[in-house]
């Protein structure tokens, strides 16, 4: 797949995971400051008054996820991160950084057309951007992953309310205007998950098969609270489907235009054959 058909100018492919996300511990994912004197962190709720799962949340998870691992089980391939870093000299998304400043100086120094200084961004951003903010996005260039809102599959919701005390970390004991109350979602609690992705390579979908393999072993924090035993939750991924423009029929457009339909892959399967790509052997190509 040429950079251009990376980027999200034309639509090339399309891919829907679809499962269940299960707390098994209590989940805290903290809204707006409580206006009452029941507690002092409320849930993040929406205007319905329902407790869920916001999809930043859930995409942040994921990315501090791959950000931390992809680069070591991907080496020999080439993956690479900058884990926003503000030191980062290479990669330009981290606001700030050396490459941050780099990147907006060439762009001043950049000439033709509107079209040609978009074209000339584009493959320098190609050539800096690492792994990670190519799939998940940065402020240069879209990400290729789109999430939606993870509500509990039950209408009514139980919430607990919770204690807890400031420590002082000198003494090791409670301080005495320590005390606070917050707001958590029970553990064994199901919600729905759906992740949508857009023109993906192997790289891209082998970085997201690291992260959702992780989230199936319960390796994804959720929320605030991760210290203190919350955020544990565990991916049921149910359902792969993708399509891909270029070499599907016009029926089979056609079906996707007219009623969604795309190929359904084995989710197991698809983690399996993505992983894979990350230890088969890198072939380089002359003038690479």
């Given amino acids: 797949m040429t950079d251009r058909q990376r980027s ?9 995971f679809s499962g269940v996300l299960e707390g098994t511990s209590a989940l805290h994912v903290g809204g707006a400051p ?14 319905a008054g329902r407790p869920y799962l916001p999809a930043t949340t859930l995409k942040g998870a994921l990315r501090a996820c791959v950000d931390r691992l992809a680069p070591v089980v991907g080496a020999e391939r ?39 200084r978009e074209q000339q961004l584009l493959s320098l951003l190609t050539e800096q951007l690492c792994s990670t903010c190519r799939l998940f996005g940065s402020p240069w260039f879209a990400g290729r992953l789109f999430f939606s809102d993870a509500a509990p599959s ?17 003494s090791g004991v409670a301080r005495e205007t320590g005390h606070y109350s917050y707001e958590a979602l029970p553990s064994n ?23 959702l ?24 991924l149910h359902t792969v489907e993708a399509i891909t423009f270029g070499s599907t029929s016009a029926r089979e457009r056609q079906e996707y235009l007219r009623h969604g339909t795309m190929t359904a892959i084995a989710a197991n399967a698809w983690l399996d054959t ?15």
């Fill in 274 to 288: 993505a992983t894979a790509w990350l230890f088969q052997s890198r072939i380089e190509t002359p003038g690479a």
């Fill in 189 to 211: 609690l199901r919600y729905t998950f759906r992740l949508e992705a857009q023109n993906l390579d192997e790289a891209d979908q082998a970085l997201l098969a690291v992260g």
């Fill in 78 to 116: 080439g993956i690479t991160s900058c884990g926003l870093s503000p030191r980062e000299e290479h990669c330009p998304s981290p606001a700030g950084s050396p490459a941050f400043r780099a990147v907006e100086s060439a762009l001043r120094e950049f000439q033709g057309t509107p079209q040609e």
């Fill in 154 to 170: 039950d209408d009514d919701v139980p919430v607990e309310i919770r204690d807890g005390v400031g420590v002082d970390r000198d």
């Fill in 34 to 47: 409580s206006q009452t004197l029941a507690v002092d962190t409320r849930l993040v709720r929406d205007a």
């Fill in 213 to 236: 393999s992780e989230w199936q072993r319960g390796a994804v924090r959720l929320g605030g609270g991760a210290g203190r035993g919350l955020g544990q939750a565990r991916l049921a």
């Fill in 8 to 16: 999200l100018e034309r639509i090339q492919g399309r891919w829907v």
